[in-house]
C-alpha cells in the first residue's frame, strides 16, 4: 500500500483540478474553426505541454517562484485573473452553426504552421494547466522525501500520475468533436458554455483566495 500511497494522493488530486473531460469541451468550443488535422495536431501539443508544465512545477517550480520572488498566493491572484478573462471570452463567443465555406476551410490552411504556438496560450495554459494546476504540483513536490530509495519511489509514481493525466488529455481532446456528436450540436453548446462558466468561477475563486491571503498576510 505504502508503494503507491503517493500516486493515490497525486492522481486525485491533478486530475480534479486538469479536468479532462470538462477541458475536452472547452478545447472543442475554442476549436471550431479549425480542421480536424489541426485538431489533432493541438491536442497532441497540449498533451506535451501539459507533461512538461507539470512535471517541472512539481520538481522545480519552488526553486523557480523563490528564486523570482513570486509567493504562493501571487500566483494564485495572477492566475485567477487570466484564467477569469479566458473564461470570459470562451462564454461570450458567439454559436457559429454554419457551414464553412471553401475560403473559410483554404483560410485554415496557415494554421497549421502555428499550431504548437497556439496549443501553448491559451489552450494549455491556462486553460488545462494553469495556475491551479501548477500550484497544486508545486505543493505535492514539496513533500516529496530525502532518501534514496523514497525518492525513487515518488519519481515513479509522480510521473506515472502525470503520464496518465497528459494520457487523457490527448485521448479527450483529440476525440472531442465525436463526443460532441455523440452529446448533439444543442448538448455541446450547453455543456460548452457550463464549462465556460465553470472555468470563469474556478478563476474568481483562485483571485480571491490568493488576494485573501495577502491581504491576511499584510494585516498581520
Known sequence: MQAVSFFL???PALFSIVNP???AFMFLGAT???RPK???ELAKWIAIYSLAIITASMYVGAYVLTFFGISIP???AAGGIVIAAAAWRMLNAPDDEEPKTGEEVAADLPETHKVSRMAFYPLTMPITTGPGTISVAVS???NRPR???ELMSFIGQSMLAIV???ALVYILYRYSSPLSRLMGSTGTVIVTRVSAFLLFCIGVQMFWNGAAELLTSVRG
Open 147 to 149: 532518501a534514496t530509495v
Open 74 to 76: 501571487v500566483l494564485r
Open 164 to 166: 496518465l493525466i497528459c
Open 38 to 40: 489541426v485538431r489533432t
Open 9 to 11: 494522493l497525486a492522481f
Open 32 to 34: 471550431e474553426a479549425v
Open 140 to 142: 505535492l513536490g514539496a
Open 21 to 23: 473531460l470538462g477541458g
